[in-house]
């Protein structure tokens, strides 16, 4: 039997974080597959409309924002049949030196954000039965990492609540799963890097905060991370919902 060949092609897609790093390569992979994509952000430094892309501005943070935000892009664009959530902050620092305002300030994007915006998602889809959500965390949700608890723990609240709500419409033929990158070479990962040689420090690993570098020996470029997006937006993974795809290189060993 053959599957479908896309299941992309025709829908509206609403991507967050989609002005730069892999939210921005998530919505051109979309568009490139033929959906109509509200690309949202909560700031733009040239939001250009194209034929298939229509820039919209919303902190996820917000949530009469998010609601606004949705309702403009289905009057606009009509019902949204795929989500994407991929907006996300990182604020590095040890447990001790995290500040409550960094600890709230990381969970209202990366956590509640999520939230705000897949349940404002999923009330709209599942009177409908159907769509799919898919939530771009971290490969850091699954192993601890040094410096990086409010993000790594903001990211497993959003593992989990995905896997839950994919658990909640599954009898509404609406899928949820989860895409949790290692090192990708994004904005937010060159803030990371110290010295002239940031990315091979991370291929190479450090003993000293416990990572053990990536066994394929590069960083992923964001398409490596959207066209996993996109393959379970799709209709070739009709059956898979639940799910967390670990698109990191082997730096986590699968932990």
Do not use: K, Y
């Given at each position: 039997m053959n599957l479908p060949v896309s299941g992309i092609s025709g829908r509206t897609a609403l991507v967050t974080g989609a002005a730069s790093g892999i939210g921005a390569a998530v919505a051109a992979g979309?568009?490139?597959?033929?959906?109509?994509?509200?690309?949202?952000?909560?700031?733009?430094?040239?939001?250009?409309?194209?034929?298939?892309?229509?820039?919209?501005?919303?902190?996820?943070?917000?949530?009469?924002?998010?609601?606004?935000?949705?309702?403009?892009?289905?009057?606009?664009?009509?019902?949204?049949?795929?989500?994407?959530?991929?907006?996300?902050?990182?604020r590095p620092?040890?447990?001790?030196?995290?500040?409550?305002?960094?600890?709230?300030?990381?969970?209202?994007?990366?956590?509640?954000?999520?939230?705000?915006?897949?349940?404002?998602?999923?009330?709209?889809?599942?009177p409908r039965r159907r769509g799919t959500l898919v939530t771009v965390a971290s490969n850091a949700a699954g192993v601890p990492r040094t410096g990086m608890a409010a993000y790594a723990a903001s990211k497993a609240a959003a593992v989990m609540l995905t896997r839950c709500l994919g658990l909640e419409l599954a009898g509404h033929g609406i899928r949820c799963n989860v895409v949790s990158?290692?090192?990708?070479?994004?904005?937010?990962?060159?803030?990371?890097?110290?010295?002239?040689?940031?990315?091979?420090?991370?291929?190479?690993?450090?003993?000293?905060?416990?990572?053990?570098?990536?066994p394929l020996g590069r960083i992923a470029d964001p398409a490596d991370i959207a066209e996993t997006v996109l393959f379970l937006a799709s209709d070739r993974a009709r059956h898979i919902t639940m799910q967390n795809v670990y698109v990191d290189g082997g730096a986590t060993l699968r932990a």
């Open positions: 979309l568009a490139r597959d033929g959906a109509a994509v509200a690309a949202v952000d909560l700031t733009w430094s040239d939001p250009v409309a194209t034929e298939r892309t229509t820039p919209f501005t919303a902190d996820v943070a917000d949530p009469p924002a998010v609601a606004r935000v949705v309702a403009e892009v289905e009057d606009t664009l009509g019902p949204i049949d795929i989500g994407v959530s991929v907006a996300g902050v990182l620092a040890s447990v001790c030196d995290t500040t409550d305002e960094d600890w709230a300030a990381t969970f209202a994007v990366n956590a509640t954000g999520t939230f705000t915006v897949l349940r404002e998602l999923a009330r709209r889809m599942a990158p290692g090192s990708t070479d994004t904005p937010m990962q060159r803030l990371l890097w110290t010295g002239g040689n940031g990315a091979d420090q991370v291929i190479a690993g450090a003993p000293e905060q416990f990572r053990v570098g990536i």
